[in-house]
């Protein structure tokens, strides 16, 4: 079993930046981890991934814009969020699993950005 704590959100103007983090607490060797984000009345969205050797994949709404990291010794993934646009306004939520089949989810955190 994987527990998720997410961390880092706030309210931010519109070029700024944030960092998110989520620690884990269990097994999360051999585990992708990364983010997805669900704004209003919209599907959850896939953001940013990172897996064990830390390889990374990126929405393309996000590229050149976020960094995901990983640190596999303190078991916790972060998302620096630079550049941000009111459209980037989301709950974020950090997941253990793949990309495609998420098995484990945070209980998310809000980011608001201001135009």
């Known amino acids: 079993q994987v527990h998720l704590v997410e961390s880092g959100g706030g309210l931010v103007q519109a070029g700024g930046s944030l960092r998110l983090s989520c620690a884990a607490s269990?097994?999360?060797?051999?585990?992708?981890m990364g983010w997805f984000r669900q704004a209003p009345g919209k599907e959850r969205q896939f953001v940013a991934g990172i897996d064990w050797s830390k390889v990374t994949n990126y929405a393309d709404s996000v590229k050149g814009r976020f960094t995901i990291s990983r640190s596999n010794a303190n078991n916790a993934v972060y998302l620096q969020m630079n550049s941000l646009k009111p459209e980037d306004t989301a709950v974020y939520y950090c997941y253990a699993g793949s990309s495609g089949n998420p098995l484990y989810w945070g209980q998310g955190t809000q980011v608001t950005v201001s135009s």
């Open positions: 269990g097994r999360t060797y051999s585990y992708d």
